[in-house]
């Protein structure tokens, strides 16, 4: 925990300062903490990220399954640290069954949150455009028996975007103590499968990294930049 919070602390004060390519007198200050999940802006980042690479999967028809732990059977610090192995392999053993019977693997987006009550991580997957996923009792077997319940799949139709940034926004509950079992694990907060939507193309930046400082006074280090001779443009 105290390693977590000294890590958000150093990560809160940190700057990255970008010059212009073709102009370098121009300058950009971009606090690390506006793409970092630990912080409310830099969820909100990664939520646009998505917003953006989801885009065609508007509003579609799909089914949701649900994966829950059971507190008797593991503890809490030890599920944060597996859960995001325990989604691989119950997806991969579901995945196994239906390459079996010639049905196409599955296409789907995984987001993690904090269980009510019990503070475990509680997975909820979304698979697009599509009916049927494989018997229950095949998807509790690949959840091991006694550490989880599969939910029955529910047929929903969704903004899967929106799907998505709802519970990124709900981040924003999460203690530090869940933040930091997170941070431990250096897990994942979502997960998408192979081809679920194509890749946005980079544009070239007309920015490029020039130094990272840490500070606790945004303000001076703005005035020792442009003291220096340097322009400084907001926004990022």
Request: aromatic fraction near 12%.
């Amino acid at each position: 925990m105290w390693d977590f919070l000294d890590y958000k602390v150093r990560i809160g004060r940190t700057c990255v300062i970008l010059s212009k390519k073709d102009e370098p007198s121009v300058v950009r200050i971009m606090p690390v903490s506006c793409k970092s999940r630990y912080f409310n802006d830099g969820r909100m980042h990664i939520s646009r990220k998505i917003k953006r690479r989801l885009r065609k999967y508007g509003k579609v028809p799909g089914l949701m399954v649900t994966l829950t732990y059971d507190t008797k059977k593991i503890g809490k610090r030890e599920a944060w640290a597996s859960f995001g192995k325990d989604v691989r392999r119950f997806l991969n053993g579901v995945n196994q069954y239906r390459k079996r019977r010639g049905w196409r693997r599955l296409h789907y987006l995984w987001v993690v949150e904090v269980q009510q009550g019990t503070g475990y991580p509680h997975v909820h997957i979304f698979l697009p455009n599509l009916r049927w996923i494989a018997p229950v009792k095949i998807m509790n077997g690949n959840w091991p028996e006694g550490r989880a319940n599969v939910a029955s799949p529910k047929r929903i139709e969704v903004n899967c975007a929106g799907y998505v940034s709802k519970y990124l926004r709900k981040m924003q509950g999460w203690s530090d103590l869940h933040l930091a079992l997170l941070w431990s694990g250096e897990c994942r907060m979502y997960s998408f499968s192979r081809g679920f939507s194509p890749k946005i193309e980079k544009r070239e930046s007309e920015w490029q990294r020039w130094q990272i400082v840490e500070t606790e006074h945004s303000e001076q280090l703005e005035k020792i930049l442009e003291e220096g001779g340097y322009k400084i443009e907001h926004g990022y």
